[in-house]
């Protein structure tokens, strides 16, 4: 683990030494498409009341100065399986932010959605020497915290400590300073498959880029989907991709679950494409164009063009009711919900005092699909597009950018994690001149 | 029936890849950095103009001729007619003075305007002791005017068996062959009467009443002046004040005839007390008049 924990904080810093430089890049690496924004950072917050941004989410402080998205290659249920076309889709979607920007990006922070994240809930405890919260006490509290046994091949993703509780005072944000006699802490640790993760690391180096950080989609999705007090009161974020779908739950302001379900309107294409004996482009284009959830009368009447290249007439004049597609469109939608609301009940959603749901991702634009969603889900659900940032395309503000969005403010101000406090000192290796340097500070 | 031709080859379009190439995407990656950019756009221009250039220069000869072309043009463009001076006219002096300019302009005409040192023609000219000031100007037409300020003589200067003339500068204008030649300017004598020529024309000016009988002036061990008047009278002025001592005699002699009398000398050198030296038939005539018997020093 501390290999990975060396790793995560040396991609702190290359996050700070971008911050500097001004220029970073975001890459979100999807299913159906990858998409890059550049940002610019012009320092401290200018804000610009004008424009109707505000500083709560520190969006004010970058500005997004090239944008392009790309058809996804060489991806699957959000994972790369295959190298080539997925480094030339990233070579795409860079070069053509890069060209809009007109600046050379050199740092790359980066997101995906499948890996088969698991959350764990951790806890650890510890007796403070003097009843002053320190800043070592924060440290050793976090590395107390018993590490389960994550499973082979697996690493670290995400490990947010979401709570400190000292002595009987629990839903502490920050402990430092405060007089008690044990320190508690819950974190969260997100895990994934780390050959995945290998394999965006190899793909971003082979495209000369630097990984200044990684996250999980669903996570990001969430940070940019959910207003503040949805994520103060507990929501969950239900981020619908080409071929996963992303959960998040969010409860005050921390992730406290994440999970995915390796579905997403990709399989809605296809299922369209097998029914009605059509090329994936045009069952594509049929969906976005006609797609829906719910039927009505007026749905048998109109009447949809499938088309097609075959050169047989009798097969490309064919002609579908629209009540056919939605019943083509509808079981696959409402597996997918199915198998969220099971992982939501797995994760006790039920039991979070708030219960909203907030649909994001390309594939929540079907529409009706927030009334499919409320019959399975429950009623607290509604359609969210991602924040506003500045700078940004219109045609990049669509929900399918959730992520993409969440990733900006990922950059911008990351919550801290485990590897952004200090280690204890003796965790330090033996014979390290640090480790001498902390024992003098903590003792003198 | 099936035609026999050439079978229409159903060759499948393959779709371009629009993922740029390796090579493609690192060559945008460097253009896009703003070192390579600057020196690509400044550093390999100049670079390549000082090799062409450095290239070229690099052998003598070629050099040699380079220059050897600029001057060839440079003296084409400047014995073009329009720039040839063939002559020179004096303005302001007398023939004789302008025959000494021309000569001493030291100009070899016809020559270019552009060659031609009217500086040095001017400081030439101008050490010319007749000329106060020149003025050079190349007119249209090819002519060198020479516009002089001759000096105009206000005194004659005796030295040394010389007689000079000079300006109210008191510098040489030019030297007389007598006294005769310019009888209607006043005479000035005495080692450094050309220095102090400025205080002598005040002295004329106020010596005006009595200028008939003036003979001239004399610088006294350069330091103060004497009048000297017809019948060997001799007034002599002091070093200071010498007009206002002049002008209070002149007074005197209007009131009292003084210079009309039979003196030899008015020293006014002493502010308080002038005094005047009698010549020896007046002294006789004096003391008898007092009633004093004339001594033994009658043959003074």
């Known amino acids: 683990m501390t290999d990975l924990y060396q790793s995560q904080r040396a991609m702190r810093n290359m996050r700070r030494a971008a911050m500097q430089r001004g220029v970073i890049a975001i890459l979100d690496v999807g299913t159906s498409k990858i998409a890059c924004l550049i940002l610019r950072f012009d320092g401290p917050e200018k804000l610009r009341e004008v424009d109707g941004v505000g500083p709560m989410a520190g969006q004010s402080q970058f500005r997004v100065i090239g944008a392009a998205t790309t058809r996804s290659r060489g991806v699957r249920f959000g994972e790369i399986s295959q190298m080539n076309e997925t480094e030339r889709a990233v070579r795409t979607a860079v070069q053509a932010a890069q060209k809009m920007a007109n600046v050379r990006v050199d740092h790359v922070i980066a997101c995906f959605s499948g890996a088969e994240p698991r959350s764990y809930g951790l806890a650890g405890e510890w007796e403070l020497q003097d009843s002053v919260v320190t800043e070592q006490d924060v440290a050793r509290v976090l590395a107390s915290c018993d590490v389960p046994d994550i499973g082979p091949g697996r690493e670290v993703l995400h490990a947010h400590p979401v709570n400190f509780a000292l002595d009987h005072r629990t839903g502490l944000a920050d402990p430092r300073g405060q007089i008690g006699n044990r320190l508690a802490c819950d974190m969260h640790l997100l895990s994934v498959d780390g050959a995945v993760v290998q394999n965006l690391l190899y793909c971003i180096k082979r495209c000369d880029l630097e990984l200044a950080g990684i996250a999980s989609s669903a996570y990001v999705s969430g940070k940019s989907s959910l207003v503040e007090d949805e994520q103060e009161l507990g929501a969950a974020c239900i981020d619908m991709g080409g071929g996963s779908t992303g959960i998040s739950i969010f409860m005050k302001k921390h992730m406290i679950y994440a999970d995915t379900v390796r579905m997403g309107g990709d399989h809605v294409t296809s299922d369209i494409s097998k029914g009605l004996q059509i090329p994936l482009s045009m069952a594509e284009k049929i969906k976005t164009k006609h797609g829906g959830v719910y039927a009505t009368s007026m749905d048998d009447r109109e009447m949809i063009e499938t088309g097609g290249e075959s050169g047989d007439w009798e097969k490309d004049r064919r002609q579908i009711s629209r009540t056919e597609l939605i019943g083509i469109m509808r079981p696959r939608v409402e597996e997918i919900l199915e198998e969220v609301r099971i992982r939501l009940d797995g994760a006790g959603f039920d039991s979070l005092p708030s219960q909203s749901i907030v649909l994001t991702g390309g594939a929540s634009q079907i529409p009706g699909l927030d009334g499919l969603a409320a019959r399975i889900l429950g009623p607290q659900v509604r359609l969210g597009r991602p924040l506003r940032v500045q700078g940004l395309p219109q045609a990049a503000t669509g929900a399918a950018f959730a992520s993409a969005v969440g990733l900006c403010l990922f950059a911008a101000h990351p919550q801290d994690e485990w590897w952004d406090f200090e280690i204890p000192s003796e965790r330090y290796p033996a014979r390290s001149i640090k480790r001498a340097f902390r024992w003098f500070k903590d003792n003198w | ?300």
């Open chain 2, 1 to 300: 029936m099936q035609s026999l031709g050439p079978q229409r080859v159903y060759q499948r379009q393959l779709r371009r890849d629009p993922a740029p190439s390796r090579w493609q995407y690192r060559m945008q990656r460097l253009w896009l950095t703003p070192l390579f950019r600057t020196l690509f756009r400044v550093g390999l221009p100049v670079l390549v103009a000082g090799g062409v250039v450095g290239i070229y220069v690099a052998d003598g000869a070629r050099r040699a001729a380079f220059v050897q072309g600029y001057e060839d043009i440079k003296e084409k463009f400047q014995n073009r007619p329009e720039f040839m001076v063939g002559l020179i006219s004096v303005e302001g002096a007398s023939p004789e003075l302008a025959e000494a300019v021309r000569a001493k302009a030291g100009l070899t005409l016809p020559a270019s305007s552009f060659k031609l040192d009217l500086d040095l023609a001017r400081q030439r000219i101008e050490n010319l002791d007749a000329v106060a000031s020149a003025e050079l100007r190349v007119r249209p037409g090819g002519v060198l005017q020479i516009m002089i300020t001759e000096r105009v003589p206000v005194m004659v200067w005796r030295i040394d068996d010389r007689i000079e003339m000079l300006d109210e500068t008191g510098h040489r204008v030019a030297s007389l062959e007598s006294r005769g030649d310019r009888a209607d300017l006043p005479l000035v004598a005495g080692e450094g009467a050309d220095r102090a020529a400025g205080e002598a024309l005040e002295v004329l000016a106020a010596a005006q009443p009595i200028l008939p009988r003036l003979r001239g002036l004399v610088r006294i061990g350069d330091r103060r002046w004497d009048l000297v008047l017809d019948r060997d009278q001799k007034i002599m002025l002091p070093e200071h004040n010498a007009v206002a001592a002049l002008e209070r005699l002149i007074a005197l002699d209007r009131a009292e005839d003084v210079l009309a009398r039979d003196l030899l000398t008015v020293d006014l050198r002493n502010e308080e007390r002038p005094v005047l030296r009698l010549a020896q038939g007046a002294m006789t005539e004096r003391r008898k008049a007092m009633g004093m018997e004339p001594s033994g020093s009658s043959d003074l």
